[in-house]
């Protein structure tokens, strides 16, 4: 990843920020997320007290599981430090990425709440010291519907705009998407599912942030 230039991001930054509708998407949607996150730990733990339905799933019968938690974060983080560098110089990548990831969390726990499942047969524990704070720090196996982890690795490629950034994005989200699969953490409707629910929110969050952006402030 080239060089920091702390001048640059400096300027971009403070410039966005005096910009009215800017400042406010900023720390509007920062405020809010932060909120959502903070409620997470306690939802995760509502439902993994439930009982839930265990699907006959085709796919995963196929597939023997194993633990490939290191290739998957690995495939994550990467993308996150490499979108986190993006937004570092273009606040519009991040307004889009924190407002569309607000509803995402948002259709997440409806969808959850929703449709009570059971972690498929095999399933192997998926563990990440970094994100393991938002599940409070246990293990949640309920989770499923759909893939969040497929729904992050989906934004970061629709926030990035180089063509380089969505070609090495698109193949670490088809890789995380399999990898899921193979450690049976989730259900193939789970992580198929995840991109086509995040295309239409990021779609809508983009129009309604534009639409927005036309008014008087």
């Not at 410039?15 to 809010?32: M, V, W």
């Amino acid at each position: 990843m080239p060089q920091i230039n702390t001048a640059t991001i400096k300027k971009v930054w403070t410039t966005a920020l005096q910009t009215h509708y800017t400042r406010y998407k900023i720390l509007s949607g920062s405020f809010i997320v932060a909120v959502i996150l903070s409620t997470l730990p306690l939802f995760f733990h509502q439902i993994q007290k439930r009982d839930g339905v265990v699907l006959n799933d085709w796919v995963l019968a196929q597939l023997p599981p194993y633990n490939v938690s290191v290739l998957i974060f690995g495939c994550i983080w990467g993308m996150a430090l490499l979108i986190l560098y993006r937004a570092l110089y273009k606040p519009e990548i991040y307004i889009n990425y924190v407002w569309t990831l607000i509803f995402i969390n948002i259709a997440r726990i409806i969808s959850i709440s929703v449709i009570p499942l059971d972690p498929p047969h095999g399933w192997v524990n998926l563990i990440d010291p970094l994100t393991g704070v938002f599940y409070g720090n246990v293990v949640i196996t309920k989770d499923l519907f759909f893939s969040g982890h497929t729904s992050t690795m989906v934004l970061i490629f629709l926030c990035l705009e180089k063509k380089s950034d969505k070609i090495i994005s698109f193949i670490a989200t088809i890789a995380v998407m399999a990898l899921l699969l193979i450690q049976h953490i989730h259900y193939t409707i789970d992580v198929l599912a995840a991109p086509i629910i995040v295309y239409i929110l990021f779609t809508l969050t983009k129009y309604f942030l534009k639409r927005d952006h036309t008014r008087q402030w």
